[in-house]
């Protein structure tokens, strides 16, 4: 907001619910927060209740619970927090499973070193090494390459750290956040490490340990199916049920981008160009803006293939708003709020929102002219139901405006265009002359120069075709009116929408880059099981095929086994993506379960890894030799 007279009738000032304003300061050493917390709060409310919006009876109630809130400025600002924890945890469970997935993998790489290692272990067992030694060399080995993959983990760290700053940040030259290794974060990275070789490195260094010598040392390489551990076919299915919930997961946010960039926001980005600009800081005063802009209305007309200028406080889908209380002049006040948009003549055609009723601005809206709003659907709807708004008035609502509730004669009715968010609904809102002076026009007490609203704070072009190198016919163009007057940002009008969808396109390309990373370790979890059943096998394979089994029927029995293990991670990973997408729906778009195109994708997608993964060993052992398969012993 530009002035307390703006903030004044606004519904959050009274709403103690909501954080509209922040301090920065810093306390002396020692200084108890909480006191000081108390005794802001205290002189907040000694300040607030003087004022004529705290003078009627809802506001008198909520004044006792308005207060401040002391957090650490090290931490940033807290409703930032807010925002992005809801992402920040997601990703962190998403993290955590992807971890469980690879150490599944970890565990299933060592159950089946232990086996082999059978013979070994049970000799050193029958030549007198105590259980006990064996458990701790056989940890010690799992510690060493927990360590040794914490150490390759931390360098690759680097690289991901700069590849989702890339992700996050598109097309930015300097980062708001650098890539530096934090001390706390490696010291948590690399102890997890450790802590994951530990725990998924004790249960195969046990089972390894409890072989008896003489069954090990008797048992021969001729096995049955039943060869692979119990352990292991459970870690499998395991690392195929959660490769599911994250397919599902990457599936959902996805459609959700998909829905949210593709929403009807009611306007047209096509060859349009936005450029934002700082009057008052080229050094012009509020009664000298009116003229600057109808300037360089002109000068960009000029300009071959320019169709449309328009100028504005800010524009559709930026991160910006305006808002205050609306009391309709001769009605009950409702109190409810609208955002506000000043603007030129030509903003609406420049930003593609079409009038559905009476007139647009014109020319003809200047400072002195009576002044006029527009408002668009959402308002009249909220404000008017099925009544026609055109010719009604309003102006600011609250106490500190009271008789002035008429300051601006509605003259036509606009789209519900996207501002800010998609996510933002039943978004109502008016809009306003650039020149004319905004809510009460008829306050003595007012000057206009006190009116930071008439600043234009974007340019919006509207051309018949792309143009190269516009960004500099445009500096060079309000270079010529005042050198002073500079280009703050240049965007396309599709960049800036682009732009909106950045948290979201970032949450679905890493839940994506989860999913495909968990989807790979458990293929390579079922190819290393497979295969090592099928090597124990090898000896039964080889009597089957000698007596007369064909290659076919291998390759089916061994892909079997690789499918049913898939298929008990489908029957476990179905029902707990469906239970988690209640956890994340508040984070999607227009999407509330898990739809069947979802789910038959992931699905489809596991199986196939599967079936390749299982593929592989299957037609190994299918050309497996019958004689030399029987002469292994």
């Not at 299915?237 to 599911?244: C, D, G, K, Y």
Request: aromatic residues 8%; hydrophobic residues 45%; glycine residues 8%.
């Amino acid at each position: 907001m530009n002035s307390m007279d703006e903030v004044i009738g606004a519904p959050y000032f009274t709403d103690p619910d909501t954080q509209w304003a922040y301090i920065i300061g810093r306390i002396k050493p020692g200084t108890s927060l909480p006191a000081l917390q108390a005794k802001a709060s205290t002189l907040l409310k000694n300040e607030f209740a003087p004022l004529k919006t705290f003078t009627d009876q809802r506001a008198q109630k909520a004044l006792p619970r308005t207060h401040v809130v002391l957090t650490p400025g090290g931490g940033g600002i807290q409703n930032m927090q807010d925002g992005y924890k809801d992402h920040l945890k997601l990703l962190q469970w998403i993290t955590a499973l992807v971890l469980l997935v690879a150490c599944a993998n970890v565990a299933n790489l060592l159950l089946v070193r232990g086996m082999s290692r059978r013979a070994e272990l049970s000799i050193r067992a029958a030549l007198g090494a105590q259980r006990g030694r064996i458990v701790r060399q056989l940890l010690t080995e799992s510690i060493l390459l927990a360590g040794m993959g914490g150490l390759l983990g931390l360098a690759l760290s680097f690289l991901g750290a700069h590849a989702l700053l890339a992700l996050a940040f598109p097309n930015q030259h300097d980062m708001p956040v650098t890539a530096s290794p934090s001390p706390l974060v490696i010291g948590f990275a690399f102890a997890l490490s450790l802590v994951t070789g530990i725990l998924f490195g004790l249960a195969p260094a046990l089972m390894a340990a409890r072989t008896q010598p003489a069954e090990a040392l008797r048992s021969n390489a001729r096995t049955t199916a039943h060869g692979a551990s119990w352990m292991q076919r459970v870690l499998v299915v395991l690392q195929a049920a959660l490769s599911l919930v994250l397919l599902v997961a990457a599936g959902l946010f996805a459609e959700s981008l998909n829905k949210a960039e593709n929403v009807d926001m009611k306007l047209d980005a096509t060859n349009r160009y936005i450029a934002h600009i700082n009057p008052q800081a080229a050094g012009y005063k509020n009664t000298e803006v009116e003229p600057l802009y109808q300037t360089i209305v002109d000068r960009f007309h000029a300009i071959p293939s320019v169709l449309k200028v328009g100028l504005a406080t800010y524009t559709p889908m930026e991160d910006n708003n305006w808002g205050s209380g609306v009391k309709v002049q001769g009605e009950p006040d409702l109190n409810k709020g609208a955002s506000w948009v000043k603007a030129t003549s030509e903003y609406f055609d420049s930003v593609g929102t079409h009038v559905v009723m009476g007139r647009a601005f014109t020319r003809q809206d200047t400072l002195n002219a009576p002044p006029v709003a527009v408002v668009n659907r959402e308002f009249a709807k909220q404000f008017f139901g099925n009544r026609n708004p055109i010719g009604h008035r309003f102006g600011f609502s609250g106490p500190g405006h009271a008789g002035m509730d008429g300051a601006h004669e509605i003259v036509g009715v606009v789209e519900d265009t996207t501002y800010t968010s998609v996510y933002w609904r039943n978004h109502a809102m008016y809009f306003l002359p650039l020149t004319q002076r905004a809510g009460s026009a008829n306050d003595p007490n007012f000057s206009i120069d006190k009116d930071q609203s008439m600043y234009a704070g974007a340019l919006v072009i509207q051309t018949s075709r792309p143009i190269p190198g516009f960004e500099k016919i445009v500096g060079s163009t309000l270079a010529s009116i005042n050198p002073n007057l500079t280009i703050v940002k240049f965007q396309t009008f599709q960049q800036q929408i682009d732009d909106r969808f950045i948290e979201e396109r970032l949450i679905a390309r890493l839940t994506s880059l989860f999913g495909l990373l968990a989807l790979v370790l458990a293929a390579i979890g079922l190819y290393g099981v497979t295969a090592y059943t099928a090597v124990r096998r090898t000896p039964e394979i080889g009597v089957r095929m000698a007596l007369g089994a064909a290659r076919s029927r291998v390759i089916a029995m061994i892909m079997r086994g690789a499918m049913l293990q898939a298929a008990a991670g489908l029957a476990i990973g179905v029902p707990v993506a469906v239970f988690c997408v209640r956890y994340v729906k508040s984070q999607l778009f227009e999407i509330t379960s898990v739809n069947v195109p979802v789910m038959a994708v992931a699905i489809g997608v596991l199986l196939l890894a599967a079936a390749i993964a299982g593929i592989i060993p299957a037609r190994r052992a299918a050309s497996i030799d019958p004689v030399q398969a029987l002469r292994i012993e």
